[in-house]
């Protein structure tokens, strides 16, 4: 079987149907979506899509923050042999031009009003552009909506069964899958071209690095349209079952951590700065006693960390005591960050030791990865 990003994804709904696939904070309450429901609004989007032009080889861009519509876009534009050129929900109105006038874009789904004005603001500029989805509700008559696309293909496939199936199979391994642009060294933003079968060959080369299963569950902050989040925290997380929720910001994530509790999650050094800053200001705002017992305890943590390494116990008195540290210390950095953390996966800029050997002295891993776009993203990991 030709194997493809969306046919890998359908694989994977056809296994998971009524589990949680995806989860989005709606009115103050997290909602789960099921991989049935997943799977048929990739489907239906895709008609959807196929309705106003996009056909295989065509480029349609995304701008839009992470949530599930993120997603179905995506893997609906794969599904139609089509090529998604992410862009930063932070790109300034001149920015969002070149890359689709780069990229020779016809279509670009946005989120919000406010990707819409940017949009809207460089207009004239664009040579390619043809249509503007919207995944949010607006009034705006120069604009599709994304609920009526997702409407027209479903009345689409509900008259036409197999058509969904008959578009999925245009599209071969070695296709273009994305251009992902990034800064490079020079000059403007380079456009990277990675097929389905890069991005695939990733993700099975990242198992024996990253044990995941479908009891996991991920918290998604980092933008989707970077490759170390797209590759790792989008597809393999897919591939694998894994219930993707995503947060509300990153001035969200430590309270969604909490309300999610997630098992993994993929993250940048930055974020465990701060964690690690938050820490040690609380530590000192303590009494002296608590600060001598929290020191006390990482002093432990370290000592230990060599023979868990090695997968060696270590001595019984020196696991005593961590015994002890992780009750009077330990347990509570763990429970900030849900209780259930499994480990993390740090990649995008170098993670400083200190800061390394302070989690996993806490019982917190961080698996840290190094790459880069062009190798999709993943080239090792410890």
């Not at 040579?127 to 997702?150: A, C, H």
């Not at 899958?177 to 071209?193: D, N």
């Not at 800061?355 to 993203?377: D, N, R």
Request: with cysteine.
């Amino acid at each position: 079987m030709n194997d493809t990003l969306h046919s890998r994804f359908q694989r994977c709904v056809d296994q998971y149907r009524d589990k949680t696939a995806l989860m989005i904070k709606i009115m103050g309450r997290y909602q789960k979506i099921t991989w049935r429901e997943f799977g048929e609004s990739v489907c239906h989007f895709a008609l959807g899509l196929s309705t106003i032009g996009v056909k295989k080889g065509d480029r349609v861009a995304i701008l839009s923050e992470n949530r599930p519509a993120w997603a179905i876009s995506d893997l609906a534009i794969l599904s139609e042999g089509a090529i998604t050129v992410p862009i930063y929900p932070t790109s300034t109105p001149k920015q969002i031009a070149y890359i689709l006038n780069n990229s020779e874009s016809k279509v670009v789904i946005v989120s919000t009003g406010e990707q819409l004005q940017k949009l809207k603001s460089v207009f004239d500029d664009l040579s390619y552009l043809e249509k503007i989805v919207v995944m949010d509700r607006l009034d705006d008559q120069g604009v599709i909506q994304f609920e009526n696309l997702l409407e027209t293909g479903k009345k689409l496939s509900l008259a036409q069964p197999d058509l969904y199936d008959q578009h999925t199979q245009r599209t071969d391994s070695m296709d273009t899958a994305t251009i992902i642009y990034t800064s490079g060294t020079t000059g403007e933003p380079k456009g990277v071209m990675l097929t389905h079968e890069n991005i695939l060959f990733n993700c099975d080369a990242a198992d024996c690095v990253v044990p995941v299963s479908d009891e996991d569950s991920c918290l998604s902050f980092l933008p989707l349209s970077h490759v170390f989040e797209r590759t790792v925290g989008q597809f393999f997380m897919i591939f694998h079952g894994v219930t993707i929720a995503y947060a509300e910001g990153i001035d969200k994530v430590s309270e969604n951590m909490e309300e999610i509790r997630p098992t993994l999650m993929i993250s940048v050094p930055r974020l465990f700065e701060k964690m690690y800053a938050r820490v040690l200001e609380k530590v000192h705002q303590s009494p002296k006693m608590r600060q001598k017992i929290f020191f006390w305890g990482i002093h432990v943590g370290k000592r230990l960390a060599p023979y868990r390494l090695q997968g060696d116990r270590g001595p019984s008195l020196l696991r005593l005591r961590y015994a002890i540290a992780d009750h009077l210390v330990f347990h509570k950095i763990k429970e900030r960050l849900g209780g259930r953390l499994r480990f993390f996966v740090s990649g995008g800029a170098p993670l400083s030791r200190e800061i390394a050997e302070f989690f996993y002295a806490a019982g917190v891993t961080i698996v840290e990865g190094y790459g880069l776009t062009e190798s999709s993203p993943v080239i090792s990991a410890n």
